[in-house]
């Protein structure tokens, strides 16, 4: 039996003990917040014990691993002091406010021998899932470009970060999951419009090492939530929706006829078939969990590294970097 606590029980933080209070093999054993209140309605929904500070369950309940689920500027704190008491952590992401702080986070964890794994959530989306298998398997061919759609109306919880940081690090980090490939250079044009001090919206562009395109069309500033991936290859075109965890393919009908071990160049493109896959569907924040206490366990496999979340960060500040600029901003291998 895994004993786990949640730090912080705002939107995430109240998922998060509602899952893992549902797992088999694991011990919900308390719930931590600056605010008691909150904290202890979370706690009776889910027979477990309330704490007012994080120092006070760390020392009282003595988890085996925690999840952080507090306001990004609080990310290096609470995971710092619970790797400093032997705890495996779940951090949301992104993994922490600044790059120097992500890489002391991702040391740290090294040096105390615990896991840390990020909470970028839509990994473990079985859309997503599903795309990678196919991609992997090359039933697209090459692949040409990403286009990414991450739409909704302004969260009134988000105050500390842009969009950037809060939506387009999914995307980023999809972008590299699913190609395998580090992205090296991005472009990007941000404005302020809802938001009192950060970008509401990004368009961006980006190239990865394998030569595909990246684009992302990102906002808080549209009355309706729209949630997709577009990536196109040689062979046509999938489609993920990660709201309805959907799948589609839309074949290229010329790619269809022709063998493609045997030619070297696209002789063209016309509309073939579409495919929509049949997906079982579950919730991605269970599939996440899961992942974490599998990996407190020592497989490590299925989870978001903390090398993974810093390089989102950087990526994510990279694309900031290069909006406040008005310039192309070239990512150096680390």
Same mark, same amino acid.
């Given at each position: 039996m895994t004993r786990v606590a949640v730090i912080?029980?705002?939107?995430?933080?109240? *998922? &998060?003990?509602r899952v893992l209070h549902q797992?088999?093999?694991?011990?919900?054993?308390?719930?931590?917040?600056s605010d008691l209140d909150a904290a202890c309605l979370v706690a009776a929904a889910h027979a477990?014990?309330?704490?007012?500070?994080?120092?006070?369950l760390l020392k009282k309940e003595r988890p085996d691993a925690v999840t952080v689920a507090v306001p990004?500027? *609080? &990310?290096?704190?609470?995971?710092?002091?619970a790797l400093s008491a032997g705890c495996h952590v779940l951090v949301e992401k992104p993994i922490a406010a600044t790059l120097e702080q992500a890489d002391e986070l991702v040391a740290?964890?090294?040096?105390?021998?615990r896991v840390l794994a990020v909470g970028h959530i839509e990994r473990y989306n079985p859309a997503v899932l599903e795309l990678k298998r196919r991609l992997d398997d090359g039933q697209l061919g090459a692949v040409y470009q990403f286009d990414a759609k991450r739409l909704g109306p302004f969260p009134q919880r988000i105050r500390d970060v842009g969009v950037v940081i809060d939506l387009a690090t999914h995307d980023l980090d999809l972008m590299r999951f699913l190609t395998g490939s580090e992205i090296i250079r991005v472009y990007a044009e941000t404005r302020r419009k809802v938001h009192t001090t950060r970008e509401d919206m990004v368009s961006g562009m980006l190239r990865l090492a394998d030569g595909s395109v990246g684009l992302l069309q990102i906002n808080w500033l549209t009355p309706t939530k729209i949630r997709q991936m577009t990536v196109t290859g040689e062979r046509g075109m999938f489609r993920a929706d990660y709201l309805t965890q959907d799948l589609f393919f839309y074949e290229n009908a010329e790619?269809?006829?022709?063998?493609?071990?045997?030619i070297t160049m696209l002789r063209g493109v016309s509309e073939g078939s579409m495919?929509?896959?049949?997906?079982?569907?579950?919730?991605?924040?269970?599939?996440e969990l899961i992942a974490f206490t599998r990996a407190v366990e020592g497989d490590l496999t299925g989870i978001v590294s903390g090398e993974d979340g810093s390089e989102a960060l950087r990526l994510a500040l990279a694309m900031i970097e290069s909006g406040d600029g008005g310039r192309v901003v070239t990512v150096a291998p680390r």
């Open positions: 912080g029980t705002g939107v995430m933080g109240r *998922n &998060h003990a797992l088999p093999n694991v011990e919900l054993v308390g719930v931590a917040d477990t014990r309330a704490y007012g500070s994080l120092e006070e990004t500027e *609080n &990310h290096h704190h609470a995971v710092m002091e740290a964890a090294k040096a105390a021998r790619a269809s006829a022709h063998n493609w071990e045997q495919v929509k896959y049949a997906i079982q569907k579950r919730e991605p924040l269970q599939s």
